[in-house]
């Protein structure tokens, strides 16, 4: 190798090797860039760059802000009020709203604590924030809602009547009302009439042949209903007759015309005193205002009976109200018809009938503190749980029955 071509290949070696360490190694700054790069990083951001950085955090913020309660264990209002919420043999917890907010905290990962207060001292406690959320038949009302929030309503329902079987009127005043009553007044006027129109009939075929029995005038007329009376009745006295060929066929028809009426009417007065003694005082809302009225102390029924001024007796339970109803003491009991069916058991079962009527609409929901966070969330599995039917049906049949 001559002395030209060992130049070369050394200076071939001086430039690889200078690319190596351009690539694998950083280049010192001096003093003055390394300062005007670290005053360009601690730079203020811009508007904009701001306005990017808080929409980044919002949500990390938001999400936190909604977990941070996960972590704690709820504490969840709760009062007995069969077959929504009550204590079941074991002593645990259950019913429909019971059971609704089992899966609703399923759901949603919560933890809770039922706690038993009674309504009013639940909502107070909603109201101040000692709970956090109240699970039972609560009425959703627009005077509760200026006190605490509510989610959708997850059952609807309205008032019932219950009245006691042995609250049925005495025999007597059951037929002396039938006899007063507008069916036994509307068959009598029938009679008569149809008694009127026979006479009249008689009384113009036989007041020339026989004028002593069927006189002119309206004495003959008189003559002629008293003969259709007596000829649909079968008595028969004799004391009048028809003697003309048209007077006796119109005898014999209604002869046998009055055996038919007089069946239709004594099975008429039969239904109209059957149903008399069937029915109770109560027929509806309508008659509570003249009977004696019981409803449960600080409920919803309460409220709408005194807004009708309608005094109603209070009661402690609802089993104590029916009990009175089945005793006669009050004539009507007023609750929500679902709880009223739910206790219609039993001995009661007999003893106390719930009307067929509906009145005052009804929505229950779950009340929580103004403003929670909780109720967006509920909300959402709430509407999610009504939109399944096989899900609902079997939770409401569980303590309704199909």
Known sequence: MTGLEKIIRFLSLLIVFGSYLSLNCPVALSAEETAADNEVALQEPSPL????????KIPVVARLSKETPHRRQLIVATKEAPPFSFRNQEGEWS???IDLWKDLAHQLGLKYELKEYDIEGLLRATENRDVDAAVAAISVTSEREKRVDFTHSFFYTGLGIAVGASGESNPVFTVIRSLFSSRFLGYLAGLIGVLFVIGIGIWLLER?????DFSRGP???WDGFWWSA???????????APKTA????????????????ISFFTAGIASSITVNSLETRVKGPADLPHVKVGTLTNSSAERYLRKRSIRPR???SVQAGLEAAAKGEVDAFVHDRAILQYYRT???SEQVTILDVVFNPQNYGIALPTGSWLREEINTELLKHQSDEVYWQNLTSRYLGP
């Open 49 to 56: 760059e701001k306005e990017s950085l808080v929409e980044a």
């Open 95 to 97: 019913g429909i709203s």
């Open 208 to 212: 020339r042949a026989t004028a002593s």
């Open 219 to 221: 004495k003959g007329i």
């Open 230 to 240: 007596v000829t649909m009745t079968t008595v028969g006295y004799g004391d009048a």
């Open 246 to 261: 048209l007077g006796r066929v119109l005898g014999l028809i209604w002869m046998f015309a009055a055996i038919i009426i």
């Open 314 to 316: 209070e009661f402690a």
């Open 346 to 348: 039993g001995a009661l």
